[in-house]
C-alpha cells in the first residue's frame, strides 16, 4: 500500500515560517519526481515545488520562488517544504504529489495539510 503522509501545517502569522514534511512509503521512493501542490480557497490548485528523483534540481511557481524549498533525503523516504516569509494568500491545504515525471500531476497523493497565515 502507497502512503503519502503530511505533517507540519498549521496557523503561522504573516513573514514567519513553516516546514512541511510528507513521508513516503509502499513505493520506490528515489524514482519519482516528488512536487508540493496547493489548493487555496477560491483558487485553482497549482504546483508550488518540485524536485528530481535524485534530488539535484528543482522547480518553483513564481509566486513561492525565493521564499519556498523543497528538499527530499532518498534513505529516509522524506521531502519537506520549507516556507519562509509567509502571505495570507499561501493559505492552502498543501500535498505531498508522487510523479513519474515533470509534466504528469502525480500518481500517488497524499491526504493534505492545512496551512493557514493569519494575524
Known amino acids: 500500500q502507497v502512503q503519502l503522509v503530511e505533517s507540519g501545517g498549521g496557523l503561522v502569522q504573516p513573514g514567519g515560517s513553516l516546514r512541511l514534511s510528507c513521508a513516503a512509503s509502499?513505493?520506490?521512493?528515489?524514482?519519482?519526481?516528488m512536487k508540493w501542490y496547493r489548493q487555496a480557497p477560491g483558487k485553482e490548485r497549482e504546483s508550488v515545488a518540485s524536485?528530481?528523483?535524485?534530488?539535484?534540481?528543482?522547480n518553483y511557481a513564481d509566486s513561492v520562488k525565493g521564499r519556498f524549498t523543497i528538499s527530499r533525503d532518498n534513505d529516509k523516504k522524506m521531502v519537506w517544504l520549507r516556507m519562509n516569509s509567509l502571505k495570507p494568500e499561501d493559505t492552502a491545504v498543501y500535498y505531498c504529489v508522487a510523479a513519474r515525471s515533470w509534466a504528469e500531476n502525480g500518481v500517488y497523493w497524499g491526504q493534505g495539510t492545512q496551512v493557514t497565515v493569519s494575524s
Open positions: 509502499g513505493f520506490v521512493f528515489s524514482t519519482y519526481v
Open positions: 524536485i528530481t528523483s535524485g534530488g539535484g534540481a528543482t
